[in-house]
């Protein structure tokens, strides 16, 4: 497997989506009615859910009324949220590198570190570039990425989880230009140990404002945690950006 692919592999799986989202998703949705109440969108505003997964964040923001639009990589993640696709709410298959809908969407949103994942800058700006080319003039994008400062000084380096009859070995380490975490899942279903070994480039608020200026969008508010408090670049758990071409 190429080392730039395994995202495609991962996120491909169940036992990714029992790891990250077996979970309570209150937290999830009180984050984005917090968001919704501080953009302020219009009446059935357009929305793309870029790198969506299952679509909990979009099934949260079609709820509220608006048109959206949920985008992955992962063909079993589309097909399951698929199910809850309505009149306002639609999935299909696609690479954020890959041009989409231009001057379409009102809002666009990448949400739970969904970025930093590719093996060169070129990638990361080419989806860049779909971000900015999908958006309306005036058009706003929402990115939630980890802070960098702040895991690099909270980094855990070994730790088990069992969900059910599943457990998840992970080890953390990091270098001056990623994040790693060594996944070795167990299972009854597995005929031996599933290993996967998540790389997430190091980007901070600077190399995201350059990312954004680049294709011709400007940060506008700079947020630190899911409640929108402030950022602080040292105790702030979250990077959360909103940028407007």
């Known amino acids: 497997m190429e080392e730039q692919e395994w995202y495609k592999e991962w996120f491909n799986t169940s036992f990714y989506h029992k790891l990250y989202f077996g979970r309570d998703e209150k937290e999830a949705n009180a984050f984005i009615i917090k968001l919704v109440e501080h953009l302020k969108p219009a009446s059935g505003a357009t929305m ?5 997964g299952r679509g909990r964040h979009s099934k949260t923001l079609a ?3 608006y048109n959206v639009t949920g ?3 992962s063909p079993e993640s589309i097909d399951y949220a698929k199910k809850f696709e309505s009149n306002n709410l639609e999935f299909f298959v696609h690479d954020m590198r890959l041009p989409l809908r231009a001057n379409y ?3 666009a949103f990448n949400f739970f570190t969904s970025f930093g994942y590719f093996k060169t800058r070129r990638e990361h700006d080419n989806a860049m570039r779909t971000i900015e080319s999908s958006l309306k003039s005036g058009g706003q994008v929402v990115i939630d990425f980890l802070n960098v400062h702040f895991e690099e000084e909270h980094v855990i380096s070994s730790a088990t989880k069992k969900i059910g009859h599943t ?3 992970i080890k953390k380490w990091d270098d001056e230009t990623h994040f790693y975490k060594k996944i070795t899942t167990t299972d009854p279903s597995l005929h031996k140990p ?3 070994t998540e790389r997430v480039a190091k980007f901070s608020l600077g190399d995201f404002t350059d990312m954004l200026s680049f294709q011709g969008m ?3 508010e700079v947020f630190g945690d899911y409640k929108l ?3 602080d670049i040292r105790k702030s758990p979250r990077l959360i950006i909103i940028a407007k071409k």
């Open 71 to 73: 985008i992955d990589i």
């Open 194 to 196: 599933m290993e996967f």
């Open 167 to 169: 457990t998840y070995e």
């Open 229 to 231: 408090g402030h950022y």
């Open 63 to 65: 709820s509220l009324g």
């Open 48 to 52: 793309l859910d870029i790198a969506c």
């Open 105 to 107: 969407f009102d809002y």
């Open 218 to 220: 400007q940060v506008q």
